[in-house]
């Protein structure tokens, strides 16, 4: 017994000094070869420990008020990586009916939970959520901005958003913090205007203005009107279509309820969006102890029209790549040999022996396997390098080495630059104080860019960890395909990848611009096949993550993805599949994630029994997060079943609140985050 009580002492003294801490102290993963030959120095000393007192590794764990997590189920590897204070924390048994009212609302007050009850009250009455926009206007100017904002305070504001600055919102957050859930900030302030004034902004912005100064694009040494010619797949043209400004669909928060839309208003706007992003990153460091994400939107970042013109090259490479090889798809699904590729220009009647077309075939991506893009996307993160320069090709009729691009001024070129000087700034600063930031997915004609754009700064700043993630809407036709592309490429360039997986939140607006415009829709039949999609992209991360960490410590933690879901069958399927992989919550792989304010039943749950799960936390001043406010009243309306379960929660926590005589309830919690 002695024996054990001093190798769990030893053992916590080692944990500490191996992160330079005290009592209390939780600690930083490792990062960097110094601090992991340090690691392997504290394990040997253990093992040498234990061997001399002849006891197992594991020790004895600590009581609790509930069952923690047995020492002794878990790899010693996953031990070390573990403060003790973790490792012996808090657990409760899952309820996966998620039923358990106590469990979903024990973090709350009294009036909390009655404030919730009454709000979702409200999101149920159709005449009242499809007019609260002037319902919130008429507020405003009856009762005055300072009234309106208090009395917002206590009912929607209070509900769905944690406080109007940085200040204000800390006690939410470790409020949350203490039931085991973690943060994900984002300043949530959006800019009121009309329809019209938002498809002016949009079109002003989407629009080159080298397009209007010359008579034709040139798209690789052919005009518009000969476009034909280099377009190769049967649909080029309505593939291409997809990837032009239409001033109909220019007010792009039509239909919209689950995202933030930003409107280019000129460069000044784009540098505070990018100051309010680092604002946020800082916050998340000293408010969330670095368990924290941040969410950023790269439409907040630079002219919208770029990203349209990126994407239609990332189309346009597909096409070129089809007509030289004759393989459809992506070009790193064709696993292309360079030298095959060559051959295919030759064949094409392209001088391969000139200097500008050697140059350019040595810089393609690729390696043994073949290649990976066209391009060297990486070099265009080198912001001296001109757009119109990194997209040229061989022109299939002439051989000339042209621009694949459509046609860029000067001073949309120096926008471009900006946005990657931007982007570059807000990711350098997360990994300076170990943030992981999230990149929302935004509508299917910028994604292609914003993907590729966050690849790339994947590769640059993921690799010690995930510290970059992207966003998959599974939602769309090509969800699953994207997906496995992007972990191939993460797997052949050797970098960390992080994914956000979320159902979708532009479905109504896609599906009519598809229609209007006459492309595929890039939308899933119904919701069964969303679902599927879904969990299909979810297996294959969760195998993928497995594999890995059957190759041992160099590979275990190279995937890392985010369930970002208010389904429980979703939620269900993926603690399902952990425990069929055997994926532990303390191996920090897969977490979950839900909105402030919705589905508590899910995220508290969760959180209490040693699951990784955040909160999607908004915050700003009242009066200038109202569409926020407006989109989620919205969105409660659209989900009523869901919505019907949770007030069923809130009545029965009342109910027992009342007959428990615990109305003046104040909540304490006793649980610490993986």
């Not at 609302?105 to 009454?118: G, I, P, Y």
């Amino acid at each position: 017994m002695a024996k054990q009580i001093f190798v769990l002492s030893s053992r916590r003294l080692l944990l500490l000094n191996h992160r330079g801490g005290g009592p209390g102290h939780l600690g930083e993963q490792l990062a960097g070869s110094a601090q992991q030959q340090q690691q392997l120095r504290v394990v040997s000393s253990w093992n040498k420990l234990c061997q001399q007192l002849g006891v197992g590794s594991a020790g004895r764990r600590f009581k609790s008020a509930a069952p923690p997590l047995g020492v002794e189920t878990l790899d010693p590897c996953q031990l070390e990586d573990l403060p003790i204070e973790v490792i012996n924390r808090k657990k409760d048994k899952l309820d996966l009916t998620f039923e358990d009212h106590s469990a979903a609302f024990k973090s709350k007050t009294t009036w909390e939970v009655l404030r919730a009850l009454m709000v979702f009250q409200v999101c149920g009455i159709h005449v009242v959520v499809d007019n609260n926009e002037k319902l919130m206007k008429f507020g405003q100017t009856v009762l005055g901005k300072k009234l309106f904002g208090l009395l917002m305070k206590q009912t929607f504001y209070g509900q769905f958003v944690a406080g109007e600055d940085t200040v204000r919102i800390a006690p939410v957050i470790d409020r949350m913090r203490s039931f085991g859930v973690k943060s994900i900030l984002d300043y949530s302030v959006e800019e009121d205007i009309t329809q019209e004034e938002a498809e002016e902004r949009e079109m002003d912005s989407c629009v080159s203005h080298a397009s209007i100064e010359e008579e034709e694009a040139n798209i690789a040494g052919m005009s518009a009107k000969g476009d034909k010619e280099f377009a190769v797949i049967s649909k080029g043209d309505e593939e291409i279509q997809r990837y032009q400004p239409h001033k109909e669909f220019g007010d792009r928060r039509v239909g919209v309820t689950g995202a933030r839309t930003f409107f280019y208003q000129g460069e000044a706007t784009c540098e505070r969006n990018t100051d309010i992003f680092l604002k946020c990153i800082e916050t998340v460091a000293t408010t969330t102890h670095t368990t924290g994400f941040a969410a950023i939107k790269l439409t907040a970042l630079g002219r919208p029209q770029l990203l349209l013109q990126l994407s239609e090259v990332i189309a346009r490479a597909r096409q070129y790549h089809q007509e030289v090889t004759g393989v459809k798809g992506p070009v790193i699904e064709g696993n292309t040999d360079p030298g095959t590729f060559e051959q295919g220009l030759k064949e094409a009647g392209v001088e391969v022996e000139k200097p500008a077309v050697q140059n350019w075939l040595d810089n393609m991506t690729y390696d043994k396997q073949g290649l990976i893009n066209m391009f060297d996307w990486g070099g265009l993160l080198d912001i001296n390098v001109l757009l119109q320069d990194a997209f040229k090709v061989p022109n299939l009729q002439t051989g000339r080495m042209e621009p694949l691009i459509s046609a860029l001024t000067d001073e949309e070129e120096e926008q471009f630059k900006n946005m990657l000087r931007r982007m570059h700034t807000v990711f350098q600063r997360a990994k300076e104080l170990d943030i992981r930031v999230m990149v929302d997915a935004e509508q299917t004609y910028f994604q292609p860019a914003i993907s590729r754009l966050t690849l790339e700064m994947m590769k640059k700043y993921n690799t010690e960890k995930a510290i970059v993630f992207n966003t998959y809407q599974c939602y769309l036709k090509e969800a699953h395909r994207n997906l496995v592309d992007d972990l191939e490429q993460a797997n052949r360039q050797d970098f960390f990848f992080g994914a956000k997986l979320v159902r979708g939140a532009y479905m109504e607006q896609e599906r009519s611009r598809a229609e209007s415009l006459m492309y595929a829709d890039p939308i899933n039949e119904n919701f069964e096949a969303t679902s599927l999609m879904y969990h299909k992209c979810l297996n294959e991360c969760m195998y993928r993550i497995k594999e890995m960490m059957r190759q041992g410590e160099t590979k275990e933690k190279r995937v890392g993805i985010m369930v970002a879901s208010h389904n429980e069958d979703t939620i269900r399927f993926a603690i399902k599949m952990m425990d069929e992989l055997n994926i532990k919550p303390e191996d920090k792989v897969i977490c979950f994630g839900q909105l402030l304010g919705m589905c508590d039943q899910l995220s508290f749950p969760l959180g209490q029994a040693g699951y990784s799960v955040y909160k999607y936390v908004p915050y700003g001043p009242v009066n200038e997060v109202l569409p926020y406010l407006s989109r989620r009243a919205h969105e409660n309306k659209g989900i009523l079943v869901k919505l019907n379960k949770e007030k069923k929660l809130l009545r029965r926590e009342l109910k027992d609140r009342l007959l428990s005589g615990r109305i003046m309830h104040k909540p304490k919690g006793e649980y610490i985050p993986i």
